[in-house]
C-alpha cells in the first residue's frame, strides 16, 4: 500500500482532484514534487512564493477550525462584505464563532454605487441585516478598496476598537478582502517586505500575518467560498460583466402590469399587478436587460437563455441552475435585490416577482435611493 501523501507545509493530504479543497496539488507539480522529495499543495505553494491566500470551501472542517480559533482568542475581528452582495457575502454562524470578540462591519466596493444613493441608508440596513444573522458589529463602514476611499477611517476605526489586541480579517470570496489588504499594507508604510507567513500550531491553514506597532498583529485569514454567491455559479469572463467596474448608472423602465425584465440570463423580474409606473435597475452598466410580456416570458427564456439572454453562456447555460421565482407585494417604494447582482427599486404599489438561480437569494429592504 502506497503511503498517505502529506503537504510539508500544511499537512493537508495531498489530492490532486478538487482545486478548491485543502491540499490540492495540481498533477504536473505533483510528479515534480515527488522528484525532488517534497510537495507543497497549491495553497502553502502560493503562500510562500506569492503571499497570495488560496479560498476554501465553507464546510471545510479546517475552515471551521480556523474560526473556531479566532472565537478562543481576544481579537478583533473585521468582517468585509460586498454591498452589492450583502446577503452573498454574510459567513453563516459567524457570530456562534467570534465569541465575545467585537465585530467591525466594512462594507466594500462603494465607488459602484449610484451617488443618488445614501449611504445612511444603506449602513443602516447593513445593521439590520446583520442583527437578523444573529451579528452585533461594534460598528459598520462603507470603504473602496479599488478607489482606496475610506480605508484611513477604516484604520482608525481599527485602532480604536482593537484595544491593543490581534486584527483578524475575514470574509467570504470576492469581496475585495485581498485588495483590501493590499492597500491597507501600502498605507502602513513601508512594512511591505515585513510581511511575513507563519502557521499557527494547533490547525493546518496557514494565514497571512502583517505585524502591528504593538507586536500585535494584522491576520488575514482564506476567502471562504459561498454557495449562494451568484458568482459561483459563473465563469470568471462573466463575473467581469455582472460585478460593476464602475459606478451604476441606474436604468429606468416604464412598465405596465403584465411585462417582465430579463437581467441578463440570470434573473428575471416581473410586473403582475399595480398602475403603469417607473421601475429603476441598478446592476452593472455591462449587463443586458431584456424586456418581454411576462405571458410569453417562459418560453423566451427557454429559447434565449445562453444566446440572446447572457450570462450564462451557451457552453454554461446546461449546469446552471433554474430560475427560482419569489413574490413580494409592494407596499411602499421597495428594492428589489438580487443577492449579487443589483436591485430593482419599484416606486408604488402592486405585485411584482423577482425570479434567481436557485439557491441565490431575492430579497426586499426599503429603498436606498
Ligand atoms: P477577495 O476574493 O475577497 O480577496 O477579492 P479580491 O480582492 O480578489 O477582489 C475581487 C474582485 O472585486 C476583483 O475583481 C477586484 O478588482 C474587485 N474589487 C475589490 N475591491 C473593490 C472595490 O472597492 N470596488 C470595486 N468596484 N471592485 C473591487
Same mark, same amino acid.
Given at each position: 500500500?502506497?503511503e ?10 495531498i489530492?490532486t482532484e478538487?482545486?478548491n479543497?485543502m491540499?490540492?496539488t ?21 503562500l ?6 488560496q479560498?476554501?470551501?465553507?464546510t471545510d472542517?479546517d475552515?471551521?477550525? @480556523?474560526? /473556531?480559533? =479566532?472565537g *478562543?482568542?481576544?481579537?478583533? %475581528? ?7 452582495? #450583502?446577503? &452573498?457575502?454574510?459567513i453563516?454562524?459567524?457570530h ?5 470578540n467585537?465585530?467591525?462591519l466594512v ?37 473602496s ?22 486584527v ?11 485588495? @483590501?489588504? /493590499?492597500? =491597507?499594507? *501600502?498605507k502602513?508604510a513601508? %512594512? ?6 507563519s502557521k #499557527?500550531? &494547533? ?8 505585524p ?7 491576520i488575514?485569514t ?28 441606474p ?9 417582465t ?7 428575471r423580474?416581473d410586473f403582475?399587478?399595480?398602475?403603469k409606473?417607473?421601475?429603476t ?9 431584456h424586456?418581454?410580456k411576462l ?7 427557454k ?15 446546461e ?9 413580494f ?8 435585490v438580487?443577492?449579487?447582482l443589483?436591485w430593482?427599486?419599484v ?14 437569494d431575492v ?7
Open positions: 500500500m502506497t498517505t501523501l502529506r503537504c510539508v507545509g500544511c499537512g493537508a493530504v489530492q478538487e482545486k479543497k491540499g490540492y495540481p498533477k504536473s507539480v505533483l510528479e515534480k514534487g515527488l522528484e525532488s522529495g517534497g510537495v507543497y499543495c497549491q495553497r502553502c505553494f502560493r510562500r512564493h506569492y503571499n497570495e491566500i479560498d476554501v470551501s465553507l472542517d475552515f471551521l477550525q @480556523l474560526l /473556531n480559533e =479566532i *478562543q482568542k481576544d481579537a478583533l %475581528i473585521v468582517n468585509v462584505v460586498d454591498i452589492f452582495d #450583502f446577503n &452573498g457575502s454574510i453563516p454562524g459567524l456562534r464563532f467570534v465569541g465575545d467585537p465585530v467591525l462594507g466594500n466596493k462603494i465607488d459602484v454605487l449610484p451617488k443618488s444613493l445614501k449611504k445612511n441608508k444603506l449602513k443602516q440596513w447593513m445593521k439590520e441585516q446583520a442583527h437578523d444573522k444573529g451579528l452585533r458589529p461594534v460598528d459598520v463602514l462603507l470603504t478598496a479599488k478607489k482606496n476611499d475610506a480605508l484611513d477611517s477604516l484604520l482608525e476605526m481599527i485602532e480604536k476598537y482593537r484595544k491593543g489586541r490581534d483578524y480579517i475575514v470574509g467570504v470570496t470576492n469581496v475585495g478582502k485581498s485588495t @483590501l489588504i /493590499n492597500q =491597507i499594507v *501600502q502602513t513601508d %512594512i511591505k517586505g515585513l510581511i511575513t507567513t #499557527f500550531p &494547533g490547525t493546518t491553514l496557514d494565514k497571512i500575518e502583517i502591528l506597532e504593538d507586536g500585535h498583529s494584522l488575514d482564506p476567502g471562504i467560498i459561498h454557495q449562494h454567491q451568484m458568482a459561483h455559479y459563473l465563469g470568471d469572463k462573466d463575473l467581469k460583466i455582472i460585478a460593476p467596474q464602475k459606478e451604476i448608472k436604468k429606468v423602465y416604464q412598465l405596465n402590469p403584465g411585462q425584465l430579463f437581467l441578463g440570463g440570470l434573473a423580474f403582475i399587478q399595480g398602475e409606473s417607473s421601475f435597475v441598478f446592476v452593472s452598466n455591462d449587463l443586458m436587460i424586456r418581454t405571458e410569453k416570458a417562459d418560453t423566451f427564456y429559447n434565449h437563455v445562453g444566446e440572446l439572454l447572457q450570462p450564462p453562456r451557451a457552453d454554461e447555460k449546469h446552471f441552475p433554474e430560475l427560482v421565482r419569489f413574490e407585494s409592494i407596499k411602499e417604494k421597495t428594492d428589489i438580487f443577492a449579487g443589483g430593482i427599486t416606486k408604488d404599489t402592486g405585485i411584482v416577482s423577482g425570479w434567481a438561480p436557485k439557491g441565490v430579497i426586499t429592504r426599503q429603498a436606498l435611493v
